[in-house]
């Protein structure tokens, strides 16, 4: 069957770095995608990897092992805005998103 | 109105009664989506149009019914449904439903949070 596996919850403290981790089985990989979700709100577009390596933009960076089924999301110099939770995605060979069931992201201060 | 509206954003329905969910896009694309969230479950896709016409269903039960009468909108009417069924129903758009595998995302409704009693 196909899989995606992510903490369910993380705490960190403002100003401190942390890093979310996501595993994934799936029949075939097309890309993998990082999304936000603020309570109560809709997911919003992080990143996408769909080669080896890391992808930086901004605070917020994204790696992808494809050998390894691994991605991480990395989250630099946190703010109170950053509590979320935050969903793993991988687009498998018939481009359907599985999706992880998401990771809750607390920032204390 | 830009992006992905949706209405109701709450609705609570008892089991016997009939409802509709609306999802409207702003953003021209061919692709449209209802999702189905679950408290810390992953995100289960329900239905997917193409261009008007739907090429998924994910074995969703009949109690639940998509509509999708031109490329900017979606409906997903409800009836007879259980208190199982309960949960944050997600709208979603993207441009071709192929073109994600090239990191083009897909834009999220805000949701309907669904009570069923």
């Known amino acids: 069957g196909q899989n995606i596996d992510q903490p369910t919850e993380m705490t960190a403290t403002e100003g401190a770095i942390v890093q979310i981790n996501c595993t994934y089985q799936t029949s075939g990989f097309n890309g993998l995608f990082w999304y936000q979700q603020h309570a109560g709100e809709a997911p919003t577009f992080l990143s996408y990897n769909v080669l080896d390596g890391l992808e930086e933009k901004g605070r917020f960076s994204s790696f992808l092992s494809r050998s390894k089924g691994y991605s991480y999301l990395l989250l630099k110099e946190l703010q109170m805005k950053d509590s979320a939770s935050y969903l793993c995605?991988?687009?498998?060979?018939?481009?359907?998103?599985?999706w992880g069931a998401g990771t809750k992201l607390i920032i204390k201060p | 109105e830009t992006g992905v509206t949706q209405t109701p954003r709450h609705l609570v329905m008892g089991m016997t009664n009939k409802k509709s969910l609306k999802c409207e896009q702003h953003?021209?694309?061919?692709?449209m989506y209802w999702y189905k969230q679950s408290a810390k479950k992953p995100l289960e896709l329900m239905f997917v149009y193409s261009l008007e016409e739907r090429v998924e269903n994910n074995s969703v039960p009949s109690r639940f019914s998509p509509e999708c009468p031109n490329s900017s909108h979606l409906f997903l009417h409800l009836h007879t449904l259980q208190p199982e069924d309960s949960a944050l129903y997600l709208c979603?758009?993207?441009?071709?439903?192929?073109?994600?595998?090239?990191?083009?995302?897909?834009?999220f409704g805000p949701g309907t949070r669904l009570t069923v009693l």
């Open positions: 953003l021209g694309h061919n692709a």
């Open positions: 979603a758009s993207s441009q071709e439903r192929s073109e994600l595998a090239g990191g083009r995302e897909q834009f």
């Open positions: 995605a991988v687009i498998d060979s018939n481009y359907q998103l599985i």
